[in-house]
């Protein structure tokens, strides 16, 4: 059985906070959004005194101050730069990832036998808390939403120790037993009420409907819910299938690249790439991100990985100016003489590019020229046959573009 995973970093930003401050660690901490208006990102100590997501602040204000409440105001130059950290962590074990958003990814495991699957699994768990020290949950399934299901189970279920696969019927009928219908990925509040009206109030009652009892209550997106929770894939692994919230392009180097110009000339042309699927779906990135990183297997003191966030003044699908904050967050984090094996970009947090607003310092005769500029650009890498001839860089193993 082919197996697909969901990786979800638990209690993403305050998990960030306690990377750089571990003092924070087992007390009660609220991240804030960038007004200080409302919770955004809860501890588990946090959770268990009743404080939840979108909470306005100043109506807990007593609450906060009652139970000794650290709150944060959010740092998403950090959380940006953790997260490409996260990513190119877990593609050091398996490399063919579908970023989800921020903290969460689908990985797309090779055809290999359950046991070995979860081994795989537990490698991916262990090496982001090691190396990055962000703790994660990850559910196993047969299909994506099996795998949502499962990644909410082994956050949940602490003898799981992080990992939970769901590998028989026994194991996918035991956890949709315990998720509401409002629960399921992909089943929204209108159909929710629908469902509850009928009776159907947990996952596994959806589930058991029959396909004419399905096509009665749902529409076209509700009955491929159905199929998946019956173990039966519907949603297809296809990065241009739709709008992406993140893109990334990464490779792997053979033979490993030192020299910081070679590098320069690979970022340039992964971000080429990268801005190239930003502009084809219509948006525009909010921040980018570049991370390096030596073989994961050579001895730990030998070791290197690092990677840096920038978050732009205003949101962009310019290439030349994805580019250039691409090379200088390159050269901030190179290290001179190190045996880089990968490398890669990240566009982070895309918006629609109608609901960009402009800043003050730009005009729009710039942006119509820049426009015009990468629509030539990207007539030209289109007719390049590859693209990557136009550069001089070692024979990639790997080229993997995820979004």
């Not at 009892?213 to 529409?219: C, K, R, S, Y």
């Not at 250039?324 to 880089?340: D, E, F, M, Q, V």
Request: charged content about 25%.
């Amino acid at each position: 059985m082919k197996y697909i995973g969901l990786i979800d970093c638990n209690n993403f930003f305050v998990s960030c906070e306690r990377v750089i401050n571990p003092a924070l660690e087992g007390r009660p901490v609220v991240v804030a959004s960038n007004n200080d208006g409302c919770a955004v990102s809860m501890s588990r100590e946090a959770k268990a005194i009743g404080i939840s997501r979108s909470q306005p602040l100043f109506k807990i204000r007593d609450q906060l101050r009652k139970h000794n409440v650290i709150t944060i105001s959010g740092h998403h130059k950090l959380y940006g730069n953790l997260s490409a950290r996260v990513m190119s962590t877990i593609e050091s074990v398996v490399q063919d990832i579908e970023i989800y958003s921020i903290d969460e990814a689908f990985i797309h495991f090779p055809d290999r036998d359950a046991e070995t699957i979860e081994r795989l699994g537990r490698e991916i768990v262990t090496r982001v808390r090691r190396h990055v020290g962000i703790p994660t949950s990850l559910g196993i399934a047969s299909t994506k939403t099996l795998a949502k299901v499962a990644a909410d189970k082994a956050k949940k279920d602490k003898s799981l120790r992080g990992v939970c696969i769901l590998n028989g019927e026994h194991s996918r009928l035991e956890a949709l037993a315990n998720i509401p219908v409002g629960k399921i990925w992909g089943i929204g509040r209108k159909f929710v009420k629908r469902l509850e009206r009928s009776g159907i109030t947990m996952a596994s009652q959806l589930a058991a409907l029959s396909q004419t009892e399905i096509e009665m209550l749902l529409n076209v997106p509700g009955q491929r819910t159905w199929h998946e929770l019956n173990g039966i894939p519907c949603i297809d692994h296809n990065p241009e299938s739709s709008t992406k919230k993140q893109i990334c392009t990464t490779r792997t180097f053979a033979p490993s690249v030192t020299d910081l110009p070679t590098l320069e000339q690979a970022i340039t042309r992964f971000m080429t790439i990268a801005s190239r699927k930003l502009r084809r779906q219509h948006s525009a990135a909010k921040g980018v991100s570049v991370f390096l990183q030596t073989n994961s297997y050579l001895d730990e003191n030998n070791q290197y990985s690092n990677s840096a966030y920038h978050r732009l003044e205003e949101p962009t699908d310019d290439q030349l100016t994805l580019v250039t904050h691409c090379l200088a967050l390159l050269r901030k984090i190179y290290s001179k003489g190190l045996p880089y094996r990968r490398a890669g970009v990240y566009i982070t947090e895309t918006i629609p590019i109608t609901h960009i607003q402009p800043s003050l310092f730009s005009s729009i005769d710039d942006r119509k020229k820049r426009k015009r500029l990468n629509t030539a650009l990207d007539d030209l890498n289109e007719d390049a046959t590859p693209i990557h001839h136009a550069v001089s860089i070692p024979t990639p193993t790997r080229h993997q573009t995820t979004s």
